[in-house]
């Protein structure tokens, strides 16, 4: 893992146009291990377009990226995922009617995975591990994933894929 306060995402000169839409024009910024940036911008100013570039959703227009110094081009969310950036989506990005620890670890299961079995008991235990990491305790991992619960479930997610979080 990358030491406190070392380079860890660069991202440099990134343009993202839709068709006529300049969504990202000449964008720098760095994140530093340990670090917590914030992006502010009005409505639209394409904080969620750069954010998902990062993470593998979109490819940019132009522009370089770099991470842990390589340079960085994620193909899909997938992908970025496994190299350890994770992205909770503004929307809420969650499976209604499958469980909490389901949707915590959604395209991820086989870890869990015995043959085509999958370990319910130990994913059932990783969930509540990783949202117990973020200070959350009021959810249950094997309850039914509702619109209650719905926005707790991306954070943890993000967490147990994304070893610098
Ligand atoms: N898939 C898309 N197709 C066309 N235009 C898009 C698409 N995604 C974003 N845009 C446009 O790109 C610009 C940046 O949008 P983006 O969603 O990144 O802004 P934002 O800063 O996240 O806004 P908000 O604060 O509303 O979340 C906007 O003009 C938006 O309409
Ligand atoms: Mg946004």
Request: include cysteine.
């Amino acid at each position: 893992m990358a030491q406190k306060g070392e380079t860890l995402v660069e991202v440099k000169d990134l343009c993202k146009n839709f068709g006529v839409t300049i969504a990202l024009s000449h964008v720098d910024f760095v994140v530093k291990t340990g670090e917590i940036r914030g992006l502010i911008g009005e409505n639209g100013s394409g904080k969620s377009t750069v954010s998902s570039i990062i993470a593998g959703m979109q490819p940019a227009s132009s522009g370089e990226m770099f991470y842990k110094g390589k340079p960085w081009k994620p193909a899909t969310m997938l992908e970025a995922q496994k190299a350890g950036i994770g992205m909770i989506v503004q929307e809420a990005g969650t499976i209604a009617n499958i469980s909490v620890a389901e949707n915590i670890f959604l395209g991820n299961y086989d870890k869990f995975k015995n043959g085509p079995i999958i370990n319910k008991v130990a994913m059932i235990s990783e969930a509540r591990k990783a949202l117990e990491k973020i200070g959350v305790t009021n959810i249950n991992p094997p309850a039914t994933m509702t619109c209650r619960n719905a926005s707790s479930s991306r954070s943890p997610s993000a967490c147990t894929t994304t070893p610098n979080c």
